[in-house]
């Protein structure tokens, strides 16, 4: 029968899992320095947020040059296009992903009486995170009209 050698004394748990434990601590600390990032260290391809608000960003300069002859300078919408400040464009009820459709191919009318709204040609995808980033930023600091 195979009885344990009782000559060598158990190994103590702590030391058994040291080489665990260490492991454990040094990946926590990895994983918490990776969390604090800055804005430059944003993720490739998201704007940065310099380039989505404020009066002199390039998502302001965007709207302006692309957007607002319809939808207004300041998003409140002109004789030709709706306010981006309505309620109807709160995330909820039109997220980013319509108003990225309705640059790339257009929209039909559905919830005014403006017509149908021509695609925007010439906005490559940074741009156009731009300027939902501006819409965004703007939505939030002007607010929403009922």
């Known amino acids: 029968m195979n009885d344990p050698d009782h000559t060598v004394p158990p190994t103590p748990f702590w030391r058994r899992h040291t080489t665990i434990a260490a492991a454990v601590t040094v990946l926590t600390a990895v994983i918490a320095a990776s969390c604090g990032s800055s804005a430059d260290d944003a ?61 790339l191919n257009g929209a039909r009318q559905h919830h005014w009486n ?15 995170e731009a300027i939902i980033g501006y819409v965004r930023s703007e939505q939030e600091r002007q607010g929403f009209e009922q």
């Not at 306010?83 to 009820?93: A, D, G, K, R, T």
């Not at 149908?116 to 995808?125: E, K, P, T, V």
């Open 43 to 103: 993720a490739p391809g998201a704007p940065s947020a310099s380039s989505v608000s404020g009066p002199g960003g390039e998502g302001a300069a965007l709207y302006q040059s692309n957007c607002a002859s319809c939808h207004g300078a300041d998003l409140r919408g002109t004789d030709k296009g709706p306010s981006h400040l309505s309620i109807v464009y709160e995330p909820n009820h039109h997220g980013d992903d319509s108003f990225r459709s309705a640059i």
């Open 114 to 128: 403006f017509g149908d709204m021509a695609a925007i040609s010439g906005l490559d995808d940074d741009e156009i």
